[in-house]
């Protein structure tokens, strides 16, 4: 099972693959706290809390490397796999004790290189299948309620590496509903467990200064009630017919079975609660990938036990597992076997764009835009790394306040190069001469040098 998954992803990962936008803003993040600065007052951007901790440690070990990232992102996938699978067995919530629930996990978790990509989504999904042996805790009066309130920080957790994990505190309100004997005690025992470690980081942050900053770039950002995908739908659709066809056919089989035990019956009641969870924190996000869908791997690995372990005739249910196989590996390796102008799926919105030829190398540069291929090479000062939550400041110029913040900002760092995508270098030297009257532009359109 692990050779098998190691097999599957480590050639892909070793014989090099591009990279994407989302990873180098990650490592972006990573790199300025190692450089010494404070999430959010000096670096303005929406990650969470502990995925900025896991991208600064991964750049304190490795500095910028995407090999490390791939590397850690499919050590996580395979941690995720073998925990799902030794919970549902130590619990017994099947009839048998069996590693299919981890096999599937890795089988679909190899089927996009975006599984391999180290999102806050994904460093999160660890921490809400942590949570599962505690908010499943057959809890009397005054015996092993600690398990809830660890059960509470381990989903407060899940939500300091992606906020919009905060709407599993509805998985652990129903496993309180259905396990625990006294629903408003329990249940305040995992409210106050998930606001711990929000309370311990408020705290910090009050310390630091930097409370107004935390509370406007990430945690009261509004929720977005709509649907945008990342890359084409179509492509989205065509990766997630496989696990789709697999969740039907393990719900159908799930739902024709006997009358079992009553504990089973109310974990798999838990399940269909983490499904319809993991579908409203995909379908609410501002962007839509194939790494959105992570969080539905667990429930997909549990549901399929009750597939590929039923009445069914043997070599169906082997003809069916060589053929979700095959098919992943199909679109895994597609590129190198040359067949992906048959499928016409195209990851190009993910991959970091061409870069035309610009003067600077190894420099301090600064974008006025959303392209931060300029990065690759180079390394970004001022506070003004995510371009959308920079709006707050050069979307708003002709406010006092927010030119006041730009000559704060840039008085304390100023970039060799910028980088003007957004037109805004005219206004910015009439506003701010003494800042931006600095720089001259170079033979390259857009481009500005440091006098």
Same mark, same amino acid.
């Given at each position: 099972?692990?050779l098998l998954f190691i097999g599957i992803q480590l050639p892909l990962i070793l014989l090099g693959?591009?990279?994407?936008?989302?990873?180098?803003?990650?490592?972006?993040?990573?790199?300025?706290?190692?450089?010494?600065?404070?999430?959010?007052?000096?670096?303005?951007?929406?990650?969470?809390?502990?995925?900025?901790?896991?991208?600064?440690?991964?750049? =304190?070990? *490795?500095?910028?490397?995407?090999?490390?990232?791939?590397?850690? *992102?499919?050590?996580?996938?395979?941690l995720q796999a073998l925990l799902l699978n030794s919970i549902l067995n130590r619990h017994n919530?099947?009839?048998?004790?069996?590693?299919?629930? @981890?096999?599937?996990?890795?089988?679909?978790?190899?089927?996009?290189?975006? %599984?391999?990509? !180290?999102?806050?989504?994904?460093? &999160?999904?660890?921490?809400?299948?942590?949570?599962?042996?505690?908010?499943?805790?057959?809890?009397?009066?005054?015996?092993?309620?600690?398990? +809830?309130?660890?059960?509470?920080?381990?989903?407060?957790?899940?939500?300091?590496? /992606? +906020?919009?994990?905060?709407?599993?505190?509805?998985? &652990?309100?129903? *496993?309180?509903?259905?396990?625990?004997?006294?629903?408003?005690?329990?249940?305040?025992?995992?409210?106050?467990?998930?606001? /711990?470690?929000?309370? =311990?980081?408020?705290?910090?942050?009050?310390?630091?200064?930097?409370?107004?900053?935390?509370?406007?770039? #990430?945690?009261?950002?509004?929720?977005? !009630?709509?649907?945008?995908?990342?890359?084409?739908?179509?492509?989205? @659709?065509?990766?997630?017919?496989?696990?789709?066809?697999?969740?039907?056919?393990?719900?159908?089989? @799930?739902?024709?079975?006997?009358?079992?035990?009553?504990?089973?019956?109310?974990? $798999?009641?838990?399940?269909?609660?983490?499904?319809?969870?993991?579908?409203?924190?995909?379908?609410?996000?501002?962007?839509?990938?194939?790494?959105? /869908?992570?969080?539905?791997?667990?429930?997909?690995?549990?549901?399929?036990?009750?597939?590929?372990?039923?009445?069914?005739?043997?070599?169906?249910?082997?003809?069916?597992?060589?053929?979700? !196989?095959?098919?992943?590996?199909?679109?895994? %390796?597609?590129?190198?076997?040359?067949?992906?102008?048959?499928?016409?799926?195209?990851?190009?919105?993910?991959?970091?764009?061409?870069?035309?030829?610009?003067?600077?190398?190894?420099?301090?540069?600064?974008?006025?835009?959303?392209?931060?291929?300029?990065?690759?090479?180079?390394?970004?000062?001022?506070?003004?790394?995510?371009?959308?939550?920079?709006?707050?400041?050069?979307?708003?110029?002709?406010?006092? $306040?927010?030119?006041?913040?730009? #000559?704060?900002? /840039?008085? #304390?760092?100023?970039?060799? %190069?910028?980088?003007?995508? @957004?037109?805004?270098?005219?206004?910015?030297?009439?506003?701010?001469?003494?800042?931006?009257?600095?720089?001259?532009?170079?033979? #390259?359109?857009?481009?500005y040098r440091l006098k």
């Open positions: 099972m692990i693959f591009q990279p994407t936008a989302p990873e180098l803003l990650h490592m972006l993040v990573g790199e300025r706290l190692a450089d010494g600065y404070n999430m959010y007052r000096e670096i303005y951007d929406n990650t969470a809390p502990i995925s900025a901790l896991v991208y600064w440690l991964l750049d =304190v070990v *490795a500095g910028r490397s995407f090999l490390a990232y791939r590397l850690t *992102a499919m050590a996580l996938v395979l919530v099947y009839a048998s004790k069996n590693y299919l629930p @981890a096999l599937l996990y890795l089988v679909i978790g190899s089927l996009s290189f975006e %599984y391999n990509m !180290l999102t806050p989504l994904l460093i &999160g999904n660890t921490f809400l299948i942590l949570s599962l042996p505690y908010i499943i805790t057959l809890s009397r009066e005054g015996y092993d309620n600690n398990r +809830l309130f660890v059960g509470g920080f381990m989903l407060g957790l899940a939500a300091m590496c /992606f +906020l919009p994990l905060a709407v599993f505190l509805l998985v &652990g309100i129903f *496993a309180v509903i259905f396990f625990a004997s006294n629903t408003f005690r329990s249940s305040m025992l995992m409210l106050c467990g998930f606001a /711990f470690p929000y309370a =311990v980081l408020m705290t910090y942050y009050m310390y630091t200064n930097t409370n107004q900053e935390f509370l406007e770039l #990430h945690l009261l950002r509004p929720w977005h !009630l709509k649907v945008a995908f990342l890359r084409p739908p179509a492509d989205v @659709a065509k990766l997630m017919t496989i696990p789709g066809l697999i969740l039907v056919l393990s719900l159908l089989s @799930a739902a024709s079975l006997p009358q079992r035990l009553v504990f089973q019956v109310k974990f $798999q009641q838990l399940m269909w609660v983490w499904l319809t969870a993991s579908l409203l924190v995909i379908f609410t996000r501002d962007e839509i990938s194939v790494a959105t /869908f992570v969080i539905v791997l667990p429930p997909v690995a549990y549901f399929g036990e009750f597939f590929f372990t039923s009445n069914r005739k043997g070599w169906i249910l082997n003809t069916v597992f060589l053929v979700m !196989l095959a098919s992943v590996l199909v679109l895994r %390796y597609r590129l190198l076997l040359g067949i992906n102008q048959v499928l016409q799926m195209d990851e190009s919105p993910l991959l970091l764009p061409e870069q035309a030829q610009v003067p600077m190398q190894n420099s301090t540069v600064l974008v006025l835009g959303s392209d931060i291929s300029y990065y690759m090479q180079n390394k970004p000062v001022t506070p003004y790394l995510n371009w959308e939550l920079a709006q707050r400041h050069f979307g708003n110029l002709s406010e006092y $306040q927010a030119v006041f913040q730009l #000559h704060n900002n /840039f008085r #304390h760092e100023m970039p060799q %190069y910028l980088v003007d995508k @957004a037109g805004l270098m005219p206004e910015l030297s009439y506003k701010l001469p003494d800042i931006f009257g600095k720089y001259e532009e170079t033979e #390259h359109s857009g481009v």
